[in-house]
């Protein structure tokens, strides 16, 4: 019998008997309900399980059942019920898709016809609200997921579930869920709002006007989760959690029970067959009852069996039979699951072993086979070999897109009690000293690959045989990995590796620009100055307090604490007499004036900047000197002040024709494109047409052939507008278009710009309105023009 027999006899048998009380035959109940004879006959013999919902309802009619046994009816007809994937496409897809479904997932149907009952609510008043909760081990995961793919056609807006990490040391911080949700939901990163408040209300607006899906899984307490729901509209929120959530209004209960005896043998069935059963029932009753009924250790058992198809139940059963302090530590509260995970784990080899306790220690929730490796002290090989069977064994939970692996909640705590019971104390903290070197390293290399210059080789990798190839596989790692590096360097800052510290934040620098939504950055900056500091390095303090006034600027949109960071640089500048420091301090105490409003100020400062700039003869000297001219021009323009901007920006242009010795022509060349973009938009700010296009062309050219996207979107978006005030309305299209493709792709800001400038353009073809005054141009905004200040650090 095959595994998908058993829901449908299930909901066949749940037929027969509900007609066989009614005291109706299948003719009888065929005339009441509707429904032939034949389809009645096919569904109590479980050759169909999964009836449209309208038989269902032409059933209980016919059956005259009440609303509670309706409802039975219903979730016993769902898991046979024939759905297609296409059937199910999110109208909003983000990267909180749903997990896969359990395929065997067994029982629970009382509790799945209450939130299906639930699901229907239609009072859009009071989004309805689903706590499941239950002892560790009773499946409350999997019971949502199997729920949610189960409501996920009424959920046309979309489909997100998070593990909110309620067993962590750190649960996961509302603020942070809440920005996970809001860019899942297609907020742009640097749109998400910053306070707790307001994130929360913005999440609220979004959900009133869509229908979602919301699986809040493993929550901590209320007032994690309470940020996080919606107060109006028709979603649907799921929240599991250990913890009773008392506090939440007005939500609905599902505790889940452990299975009856029977539904934890239907399970066993479901995971190894029904001939080993069948062949063994007896045994796989007796099984059942030494699991104690918690479908994790059921499942944990049964995989094991799956994986040895020769081995007979029996022998598991015995096994557990002699398991000395089984029956206590299966009733053990929190810790139910223990004597299951310790049997699993006493299959093991010594590697697996190692990395099932070693890997306890990786920080975040995933961890890849090199860093397994590394806190276990064995080869990749022997990690990636040690981590299957570890997956295999349902220890560990395999991504489903690439090679990570991550812990269930209870089995890291296993798996670190493990650790602390048979490794010494300094074995941990070496695997923990290792760790983080290795993964500095690996981390500082990455960072080499976006230095601008070029100067540095990426050349020290700790394991150059898996050292990502590139800008985009190094991009790949240091975002999948960010929680063990950031760790790493917590680790190295607390242990007091300062230079490793400090050259690890160097490394960085230019990586942070292209991920400037990461408000990591404020913390390993400051740490980095911190490092500086502690090594008395003056010189190296001014630079990482400018990039910490960077990162207060751009990350954190802390304007006043950038202001104060850049003057920190400055004086630690003065001191060592390093007037490249000096002139950077002073443009990004510059940028902070401009943003807090106080831009006469600013204005001085970029010319106070550019002016100490212009003093030095050295490459990184001329190289700074371009970008404070560039971000001078600009401010004028923003000033309205065109014509001087166009003046400073043509001193950058010859600058560049020049040259600047010991720079790269290729380098060189993106240089001018910046300027070149500056000096298009300036003409176009004076209405001068004819002259902006062909600079803007010249600057697409170098961006495109040097593959910089982020770069020459802004400028397809600039030339569209150009051209549509020459009245090429087919040129500037296919422009904006374009545009508009690249800024979605990078959530640039500036994708309303590109809609409004696509809406005018449809608008004068059509002949609805004038052509009015540029709106894309008039400020000049130009993301490109960060480019060059970063490049020169």
């Known amino acids: ?114 939130v299906l009952a639930v699901a229907e609510s239609s009072d859009t008043a009071h989004p309805p609200v689903i706590v499941v909760t239950g002892q560790p081990g009773l499946g409350k995961t999997a019971f949502g997921i199997h729920t949610a793919h189960a409501l996920a056609p009424r959920f046309t807006d979309g489909q997100l579930f998070l593990n909110l990490r309620g067993m962590d040391t750190e649960p996961a911080d509302p603020r942070d869920v809440l920005a996970t949700l809001l860019r899942a939901l297609g907020v742009p990163g ?109 499942r944990i058992a049964g995989q094991r069996l799956a994986g040895r198809p020769q081995e007979l139940l029996d022998k598991l059963a015995t096994q557990l039979a002699r398991e000395e302090r089984r029956l206590d530590l299966l009733k053990a509260g929190d810790l139910q699951v223990r004597a299951a995970f310790a049997l699993s784990y006493q299959q093991l080899g010594s590697v697996s072993r190692t990395l099932l306790r070693r890997s306890a220690l990786a920080a975040g929730q995933g961890f890849s086979p090199e860093t397994a490796a590394v806190l276990a002290g064995t080869t990749l090989r022997e990690a990636e070999l040690g981590l299957e069977e ?25 798996a670190a009690e493990l650790a602390a019971a048979e490794d010494d104390g300094a074995a941990e903290e070496a695997a923990r000293d290792r760790a983080a070197r290795w993964m500095l390293a690996r981390a500082t290399a990455a960072g080499l690959h976006f230095e601008a210059q070029q100067h540095r080789t990426p050349d020290n990798d700790p394991d150059p045989a898996t050292a990502p190839v590139g800008r985009a596989q190094a991009r790949s790692w240091l975002e999948a990995e960010r929680c063990q590096w950031l760790a790493a360097l917590r680790h190295a800052h607390s242990a007091g590796w300062h230079r490793a510290v400090v050259d690890t934040a160097e490394a960085m620098h230019w990586f942070s620009d292209l991920t400037q939504h990461w408000e990591l950055w404020v913390e390993v900056f400051r740490r980095a100055a911190d490092a500086t500091r502690a090594l008395g390095s003056i010189r190296e303090e001014a630079t990482h307090l400018n990039y910490l006034a960077w990162a207060y600027n751009m990350c954190l949109y802390d304007h006043h604490t950038a202001l104060e960071a850049a003057r920190a640089a400055y004086r630690a500048a003065r001191e060592s007499d390093d007037r490249l420091q000096m002139g950077w301090a002073l443009g990004y105490a510059a940028g902070a004036l401009r943003r807090l409003g106080r831009t006469e100020e600013a204005v001085a400062g970029f010319r106070d900047s550019a002016a100490c700039h212009q003093q030095a003869s050295t490459l990184q000297g001329r190289l700074a000197e371009l970008s404070t001219l560039n971000a001078l021009g600009e401010i004028l323009r923003h000033q309205g002040c065109a014509d001087q901007a166009l003046e400073i920006h043509r001193r950058s242009d010859e600058i560049c024709h020049a040259g600047i010795p010991g720079l790269s022509p290729d380098l060189l060349a993106l240089y001018q494109a910046v300027t070149l973009q500056h000096l298009g938009i300036d003409h176009a700010a004076l209405g001068q047409w004819q002259q902006a296009e062909g600079p803007l062309r010249e600057a697409l050219a170098t961006f495109e052939s040097a593959d910089m996207p982020a770069w020459s979107g802004p400028v397809h978006l600039e030339l569209g507008t150009v051209l549509r005030h020459m009245g090429k309305f087919a040129e500037a299209r296919v422009a904006v278009l374009t545009s508009l493709h690249t800024l979605t792709e990078h959530k640039s800001p500036r994708q309303a710009d590109a809609v409004a400038e696509l809406q005018l353009l449809d608008a004068l073809v059509t002949g609805d309105v004038g052509a009015p005054p540029s709106t894309v141009l008039s400020t000049g905004a130009c993301t490109a023009c960060r480019w060059d200040r970063e490049a020169s650090r």
């Open 190 to 298: 640097h749109a998400v709002p910053h306070s707790l408040s307001e994130r929360s209300g913005m999440l609220r607006s979004i959900a009133a006007t869509r229908r979602l899906l919301l699986v809040l899984d493993n929550a901590a307490d209320d007032d994690q989760v309470r940020p996080l729901l919606p107060s109006t509209g028709s979603s649907l929120t799921i929240i599991t959690s250990r913890s009773g959530l008392t506090g939440l209004e007005a939500a609905h209960r599902v505790d889940l029970p452990l299975l009856r005896r029977e539904e934890s043998v239907e399970l066993l069935t479901r995971i190894i067959g029904s001939e080993r059963v069948d062949r063994e029932a007896q045994t796989a009753r007796d099984l059942a009852d030494l699991c104690g009924h918690l479908p994790l250790a059921i």
């Open 1 to 114: 019998m095959s595994s998908t027999t058993p829901p449908k006899r299930e909901f066949g048998e749940l037929v027969r008997g509900l007609r066989t009380r009614a005291g109706l035959s299948q003719e009888q109940l065929a005339h009441t309900s509707g429904v032939s004879v034949r389809a009645l006959a096919d569904m109590e013999r479980g050759r169909t399980g999964g009836p449209q919902r309208r038989t269902v309802e032409a059933l209980a009619r016919g059956l005259a059942l009440s609303t509670e046994e309706a409802r039975t009816l219903e979730a016993a007809a769902l898991p046979g019920r024939a759905r297609t994937v296409q059937a199910v496409v999110p109208a909003s897809p983000g990267p909180l898709p749903l997990p896969r479904d359990t395929r065997d997932f067994t029982a629970r149907g009382q509790a799945l016809a209450t």
């Open 390 to 414: 570890l997956s295999d064994q349902g220890l560990l939970q395999a991504e489903a897109t690439v090679e990570r692996y991550r812990f269930h909640d209870l089995l890291r705590l296993f």
